[in-house]
């Protein structure tokens, strides 16, 4: 046992790593009140585990910690996503005020657990491996959504826990469901067992998938399951919302591939369903981004339509369609993150959430306009930007899974979203600024805008090397 359990800690350290950084880092704010402290404590396991993730081999799958966990190639992109989220999100927590002093120690050890639960998520090889993993994410998510000491705040996270719960639960129920038809929760076994499932069982199987389904959507904000989204987004912390933003969905959809490739009989009937869901979420999402005055609640909901986009990648089936997941998750990372830098450095300077904060912006801060432009247009998917890469792949995935529904859908919405991103270009670039003083942008904010300004350019003009390496293991490996 003890043979296993170190080969299991060898595969993996970054965990490890990340977990005592979490634990270390809270325990540094309750009792030193130094955030500086902290935040170094936090960068330090943070390096630590990015070195022992490069460090450590990854063969085609191990199965590690007695089969509960899976480290592979998918996997490891996943990994590799979220301790970028993680890495970008303590810039942007560093560069900003909204998180007290006195709870900032606190706040980074949730931050590193989130991280950790988000790796898990991407590695379960077991349902409750895969359940406990969400519940690490989740409630490390509620108590960062109220960190603000605001009733806003403390309401969204209250209705954040309660569609929390509430997901949770009806996700146990089909766990349930699926262990009394199939006696196991492992995925080896489950893959093997539901393959010559028929009849009355193939019925029950459908219902439990459904239900566990329910789950995994609350968790990416697919519609229907999305109504906490734009309220929680708006009460976080620009950061925490910023991390929400990303981490969750990009786990969230790597755990639900793994469980439509388990369940895979269920898939005919599930297909239909999904289609629909996936054009309701992008629609949803579009439409009810055009009229929003709040650019944290725009970009909520921008979050929702994203969210229908990738669906395209799980949907296809195929080689092409993982690929195009995984290449188009990470512009996300990059787009996504990188705009809500920008809200970060408007919202230190002006104290406003308003789309109209963003006014005349081109003229306080050129640099930043220009970057904010760019991310707001690599969302809406134009070239030569990174966004436009994924979105091109997602397209051609669905054609080739002959699926020209989704693919005419992505393109009608990608056009409604091109209006409300323009919106805000034409707001920096044509309109006289509010307050003509200029604005400036605290050095940790700047980092994170160089470098996510930086991704969405080059990996746009010069994708070659990241395709090379998805076409080289990563998304075929999970078929």
């Known amino acids: 046992m003890n043979v296993v359990l170190w080969d299991s800690l060898s595969a993996w350290w970054p965990e490890v790593l990340l977990s005592l950084g979490g634990l270390t880092v809270m325990l540094i704010g309750v009792w030193f009140k130094r955030p500086r402290s902290a935040m170094t404590a936090a960068w330090a396991f943070l390096l630590a585990a990015a070195a022992a993730l490069w460090l450590s081999p990854v063969p085609p799958a191990t199965g590690v910690f007695f089969g509960l ?36 120690g606190e706040g980074l050890g949730l931050l590193l657990l989130i991280g950790v639960g988000l790796m898990l998520m991407a590695e ?20 960062l959504v109220g960190f603000l000491r605001e009733p806003r705040s403390a309401e969204a996270a209250l209705k954040y826990l309660l569609f929390g719960a509430l997901s949770s639960g009806i996700m146990l129920f089909g766990m ?6 199939m006696g196991t929760l492992e995925f080896p076994a489950l893959r093997a067992m539901v393959t010559g499932i028929s009849g009355p069982m193939q019925g029950a199987l459908l219902v439990a998938t459904a239900l566990m389904l329910a789950g995994l959507a609350f ?42 490739e388990v369940l895979h009989p269920a898939w005919p009937a599930l297909e239909p369903l999904l289609v629909i869901l996936a054009v309701a979420t992008m629609t949803l ?21 994203q969210v229908g986009y990738l669906l395209i990648g799980l949907i ?38 308003s789309v109209e904060a963003f006014r005349g912006l081109a003229r306080r801060a050129p640099v930043l306009a220009f970057a904010a432009a760019m991310f707001l247009l690599s969302l809406a998917g134009l070239p030569p930007l990174f966004g436009f890469v994924g979105k091109l792949l997602l397209f051609r ?12 859908a ?7 979203a091109l209006y409300y991103y323009v919106n805000l270009v034409r707001l920096m670039y044509f309109n006289p600024p509010a307050e003509p003083t200029p604005l400036r942008v605290a050095p940790a904010l700047g980092l994170a805008l160089g470098l996510c300004a930086a991704a969405t350019l080059l990996l746009g003009l010069f994708p070659g090397s990241l395709l090379a390496m998805l076409r080289t293991g990563i998304a075929s490996n999970l078929l």
């Open 69 to 104: 966990i899976v480290c592979d190639p998918f996997s490891l992109a996943f990994r590799w996503l979220a301790l970028g989220a993680v890495a970008l999100t303590l810039l942007l927590i560093g560069g900003g005020r909204e998180i007290a002093p006195d709870v900032r």
């Open 124 to 143: 379960a090889n077991h349902l409750l491996m895969a359940y406990v993993a969400m519940e690490l994410v989740s409630l490390s998510s509620y108590l």
């Open 176 to 181: 349930s469901l699926l262990f009394g038809l």
């Open 219 to 260: 968790k990416i904000s697919m519609v229907p399951f999305h109504m906490w989204t734009p309220d929680a987004y708006e009460g976080a912390p620009v950061a925490v919302t910023a991390l929400l933003s990303v981490g969750p969905k990009a786990a969230g959809l790597a755990l639900l591939a793994r469980l439509v």
């Open 285 to 305: 999402g579009n439409l009810a981004a055009l009229t929003q005055t709040n650019v944290k609640r725009l970009l909520a909901y921008s979050t929702i339509a």
């Open 316 to 353: 296809a089936q195929s080689v092409l369609g993982r690929e195009a997941l995984l290449l188009y998750l990470a512009a996300y990372l990059f787009m996504n993150l990188g705009a809500f830098a920008c809200v970060a450095a408007v919202v230190e300077a002006t104290g406003s959430e």
């Open 397 to 408: 995935a669905a054609l080739e899974a002959h699926l020209p529904v989704l693919a005419v």
């Open 410 to 416: 992505a393109a009608v919405n990608s056009a409604i």
